[in-house]
């Protein structure tokens, strides 16, 4: 494949020679092998075994079969020169009643993993929550017990003992606000319970949990970075009547500032979303000093950018996304809208708080619909948002935002929770019957940027 302009004026060097290159996976959305080797059920388990939730009745049972193929896609992360690899464990692998007895089987997987990547010259970065809670946890409760934080402290212990002396880089958890808010109070994600009496509580345990998995990892492993990751979303309000104007402050609290304000000693944002004043019900006496933690770096996963109205009919917040399909906007294979400022503007944003000495972008990228043509992938429209995305992420770095790293999400196309296997978001194009790999041109543009 040829050399483009944008090739040869845009190279990894603009960046400095300490930028932190890599690429994002997730267990459920790759590994398979649900029930194989001792490992017990996740939430994702048993709501993908529900009617109707999943788009095509897709499922996770073998999706990519990282669990067998680790190797192979480790393999084409060094072929296309990707230094460091972000997984994540499944914490029903290890411990499939949630707690108790330890799955040895689960233990050596990861160690092959975490082995064979140091092997190749790869740098293992590990989150340790993302999303699969193990189901005998969610029938106790889940994040709406406040027990969880007990489970989730036991869960990190082994991890950080297990994996510890070779893994240097932890992120605690992955997107809280939106496992909180799909799982708890839409219930469009696992495990399927909505409304505000179960997100509320869910989301001051979570905070709990960050913080003590925080500190059991600096505690056990001082020398290690730990991080944890936050989705965000640049939020504009449709026009700037006063209404629109307010409803984009609610909706920001809500999308961008709900997890990481409490986490940096800043309380949750209660004045600009009043709704939040029913935590007070769950916060118990010293709390507030179980919510801070001074994180190495701070995760941020960018996509896109949400355009926001006043709504009187919305409950709890008043304020409604317009749809970027009513926008005549590009708009991805999620319906999003192709926006790169938006990543500038969020690196902007987390770069304010003074309480952040590090950010990485640990999700960016986009689904497309691809075509395999002669034995190749040409995705011209992933490859262009991810260098358009990358130029504003050197723009944010130029003006001396403390950025440090980007991940392209997602390796391998990959089960896409709701939404099953009809959005790709990968550097490698998946045929999920035959499980063949081919490297898409954004792969392998990717490849030679970081050569």
């Known amino acids: 494949m040829e050399l483009t302009d944008q090739d040869t004026q845009f190279h990894k060097q603009l960046f400095g020679p300490d ?18 080797d001792g490992k017990g059920e996740s939430v994702w388990d048993a709501f993908t075994a529900k009617k109707s939730k999943i788009l095509n009745a897709d499922h996770a049972r073998v ?11 480790i393999d084409l992360i060094k072929e ?10 499944s914490w029903a692998r290890l411990l499939p009643s949630g707690i108790g007895q330890v799955n040895q089987a689960g233990i050596d997987y990861y160690n092959r993993v975490i082995n064979y990547c140091i092997s190749m010259g790869i ?5 340790i929550y993302h999303w699969d809670l193990p189901q005998v946890l969610e029938q106790k409760g889940g994040w709406t017990s406040r027990e969880v934080i007990d489970w989730f402290s036991e869960f990190v212990t082994l991890c950080a003992k297990s994996f510890g002396d070779r893994v240097k880089h932890w992120m605690v958890m992955n997107e809280p606000v939106v496992f909180t808010g799909a799982g708890y109070f839409f219930g469009i994600h696992a495990p399927g319970r909505n409304g505000i009496r179960n997100f509320i509580p869910a989301i001051h345990h979570v905070v709990l949990s960050i913080n003590a998995g925080g500190k059991i990892l600096r505690k056990l492993l001082p020398e290690a970075q730990v991080g944890t990751t936050f989705s965000c979303s640049q939020i504009e309000p449709l026009t700037d009547k006063p209404r629109d104007v307010a409803a984009a402050v609610r909706a920001d609290a809500l999308i961008n500032r709900l997890f990481i304000e409490p986490l940096l000693g800043l309380g949750y944002p209660v004045n600009d979303l009043p709704v939040l004043k029913s935590l007070q019900k769950y916060i118990k006496p010293g709390d507030e000093d179980n919510m801070q933690f001074d994180f190495d770096f701070i995760g941020i996963q960018n996509y896109t950018r949400e355009i926001v109205k006043y709504s009187f009919f919305t409950p709890y917040i008043g304020a409604k996304m317009v749809k970027a399909e009513n926008r005549n906007v590009e708009l991805t294979a999620m319906r999003w809208e192709v926006y790169p400022p938006s990543i500038y503007h969020m690196i902007k944003k987390f770069d304010a708080y003074p309480q952040i000495k590090s950010i990485i972008i640990t999700e960016n990228g986009a689904a497309f619909p691809d075509t395999v043509d002669d034995n190749a992938v040409h995705d011209g429209k992933r490859l262009q948002y991810l260098q358009n995305y990358i130029a504003q992420v050197l723009k944010a770095k130029n003006e001396g935002c403390k950025l440090n790293g980007y ?9 896409e929770w709701a939404e099953g296997y009809h959005p790709r978001f990968g550097l490698i194009h998946v045929d999920h019957a035959t499980q063949q790999r081919i490297v898409k041109d954004s792969g392998r543009w990717y490849g030679r940027f970081l050569k």
Do not use: K, M
């Open 19 to 36: 930028f932190i290159w890599g690429v994002s996976t997730a267990a459920f959305q790759i590994e398979g092998a649900h029930d194989a």
């Open 63 to 73: 999706t990519c079969d990282f669990y067998n193929r680790y190797q192979e896609d």
């Open 80 to 89: 296309l020169n990707i230094p460091n690899f972000r997984f994540s464990i």
């Open 123 to 127: 740098e293992p970065w590990v989150t």
């Open 407 to 415: 991940f392209v999400w997602t390796l391998t196309d990959n089960f």
